[in-house]
């Protein structure tokens, strides 16, 4: 039952390494009222996501940054009981950013209002109908785009997103590989989820299991872990491959995981690999635009010649200690009269 | 001159670190005969490029693995001498992956014939209009998709595809920062190539100089270099910042590159952060598929309620420690009757 007052869960201090429950300090204080156009919501459940540790963080972009003191940042499901908003009624069930607390008073934007009650239960939408079964869906989905017979690997395979990612694999045809920490949870993997293998992190070698369990290499990664199994993955992959970085969980146990890869997330930024000779069929584009942009001096070229191909070795190590100024060739023969 | 035998140079053994002379050891042999539909190519100039380091290892997979004692992978431009092979013609000009020797016998099969001697020295077919200046056009424009006003920074910016990709920058409108190792060669970008600005990353401090000329933050990051630099700009890149694996010439000089980072450039593999929040007007789409699957069998959730706001700062460990089965989330109050 809910109480007088609301209870609150404010951020104390930024977690270094793994988030600690000295980062809270809890918080009794009057129920807020709702003013004109906004709304009044008890929440039931409140989801608790890996991107919490990020959301504790001064660096954090995507969601509004917390100071010391603030309400700790969290996804709740939960009931309106006043309204002063045109859009929602008393008894409405929301979905949105409403924070560690039992009350919170909002103009409903970003809020999600839940169809009426089905028989689903209601923390299906705090987990395969929120945040979680996004995060698998639309990652997988439009960031993976698995094809039907390509092998997927998911890390972190039993935990709430990465268990779903590898589902709607096998309903896209893929082989699934996920990795699991105890027995328990890679036996859960296969017998009851379908996948086709899991992997003990913690008992097997990585690089010869994924290299058994999946005999023609790995298309799709679903990362949520980071670190060596990262590392691990990327000998395996085939071209063309797709990362999904979702999380690196095993990052934020050591010394925090810093802005660098979690930067890439938090902008949505991309890595790409690529090799020049994949656009050699493309060539002449580029050098009717390199032709004319020369021309017009917007583009300098310089080019280092050695003489002999005698000289060959020792020439190509200039181009590792910084000391060739322009293209680097070795001339090997006399140009045409 | 040519010689009357064919000159080559062998790979002797594979680099660990750096590319050593002695990797590679000389050989003379007979000038070899072209056969029916094959062509007899003398080179002139031989390219030497940071991605040989990567074709002397056994792992490498876009171009022929090579064995110990076969010729030295390299680009060469050069003359047809003889040709037995309906579309090249002695004295045609060609450009190709022809070894580093001085006669190559070819098939044809992948050879680029260079168009009539114009004023263009040929030098400029093996930069600018060569494997340089297509990996500078294409990674920047495919990969880097630059726009009018946009951040661009290049590492290696005063080698030959970091020059080009930086002029490129400035025909495509954006403000350019390159970083290079010495001043002479910070001054050559800023005051003959038009760079906005470069950076002498052996004396100045990374995070600073890029932050102070890159006070919108990096919308573009072309890759040549890896290591610091590269962790230094991900603490600066910008929302959707897109990065063009190029190049990770500062990891070989350590105990190899190792095939992690190596992998996603020879596999074209993308690296993608993402953030379901960006996908919550798509929610129905998503929540219609998964209402299907969870119907039809293929996709089961498991949920991890714990009781009570009092303990949320607690369970949140969970996430962290592979102990919580399934979506965690704390009830904080009654559900609605």
Do not use: R
């Given at each position: 039952m809910p109480t007088k007052v609301n209870r609150q869960w404010c951020l104390a201090s930024r977690p270094v390494g793994l988030i600690e429950p000295s980062n809270f300090t809890w918080n009794e204080v009057p129920i807020p009222t709702p003013g004109d156009g906004e709304l009044l919501i008890r929440n039931i459940y409140l989801s608790l996501d890996p991107a919490s540790w990020g959301w504790m963080q001064?660096?954090?972009s995507y969601v509004p940054a917390l100071a010391i003191g603030d309400v700790m940042h969290g996804i709740t499901l939960g009931v309106v009981e006043q309204s002063r908003h045109a859009k929602f009624h008393p008894g409405d069930l929301v979905y949105g950013m409403l924070g560690w607390q039992e009350f919170a008073v909002t103009n409903g934007k970003g809020l999600m209002k839940l169809p009426k009650r089905t028989s689903i239960p209601l923390p299906a939408y705090v987990s395969v109908f929120g945040l979680t079964g996004l995060t698998a869906y639309f990652g997988l989905l439009d960031i993976g785009?698995?094809?039907?017979?390509?092998?997927?690997v998911v890390s972190a395979a039993a935990g709430a997103v990465g268990?779903?990612?590898g589902q709607i694999g096998k309903v896209k045809g893929c082989h699934v590989v996920g990795t699991a920490g105890?027995?328990?949870?890679?036996?859960w993997l296969t017998?009851?989820?379908?996948?086709?293998?899991?992997?003990?992190?913690?008992?097997?070698?990585?690089?010869?299991?994924?290299?058994?369990?999946?005999?023609n290499g790995i298309d799709i990664y679903f990362e949520n872990v980071g670190g060596a199994l990262f590392e691990t993955v990327l000998t395996l992959i085939n071209l063309r491959a797709r990362i999904v970085l979702c999380g690196l969980i095993s990052q934020y146990k050591a010394n925090g995981l810093g802005p660098s890869l979690a930067s890439i997330i938090v902008n949505r930024a991309r890595i790409e690999g690529f090799i020049a000779s994949d656009y050699f069929h493309r060539a002449e584009e580029a050098i009717i635009d390199l032709q004319k942009w020369i021309t017009e001096g917007h583009i300098q070229y310089k080019v280092d010649i050695i003489e002999g191909l005698e000289n060959a070795h020792?020439?190509?190590?200039?181009?590792?200690?910084?000391?060739?100024?322009?293209?680097?060739?070795v001339k090997v023969s006399e140009e045409p009269l």
């Open positions: 001064k660096w954090i785009k698995p094809k039907v017979g390509e092998t997927l268990s779903i990612v105890t027995d328990e949870k890679c036996q017998e009851e989820l379908g996948f086709d293998a899991a992997i003990n992190y913690k008992t097997e070698s990585l690089h010869d299991s994924l290299s058994t369990h999946c005999p020792t020439a190509i190590g200039k181009l590792f200690d910084g000391s060739n100024k322009g293209k680097l060739m």
